[in-house]
Nanobody, 114 residues
């Protein structure tokens, strides 16, 4: 059964850090390009970062070297280390493969607020 399970979100002050995790089930993770997305209510979901195998990485321009995407193929897990968070980073964060599965996980809420 295909499943995407995001975790690691929370409330953090501006300038703080969070590490998101997404553990996957039901498809060949090691052969999949994995993406992190985020969505704010009322706006379209946007791509944050992408990591392919063997380690080709892309970031959205707004990341501006603050985030690092990584993967552990042995654990079928993709990570997003987010540093120097800004209030504009507040969103629900999701992971998915490329191309995205029809099924999405529940996401993990990141709130950046003083």
């Amino acid at each position: 059964q295909v499943q995407l399970v995001e975790s690691g979100g929370g409330l953090v002050q501006p300038g703080g850090s969070l590490r998101l995790s997404c553990t996957t089930f039901g498809f060949t993770f090691s052969r999949s390009t994995m993406n992190w997305y985020r969505q704010v209510p009322g706006k379209q979901r946007e791509l944050v970062a992408s990591i392919a195998e063997p380690g080709y990485i892309n970031y959205a321009p707004f990341v501006n070297r603050r985030f690092t995407i990584s993967r552990d193929d042995a654990k079928n897990t993709v990570y997003l280390q987010m540093n120097n968070l800004e209030t504009e980073d507040t969103a629900v964060y999701y992971c998915n493969k490329k191309p995205p599965l029809t099924l999405w996980g529940q996401g993990t809420q990141v709130t950046v607020s003083a």
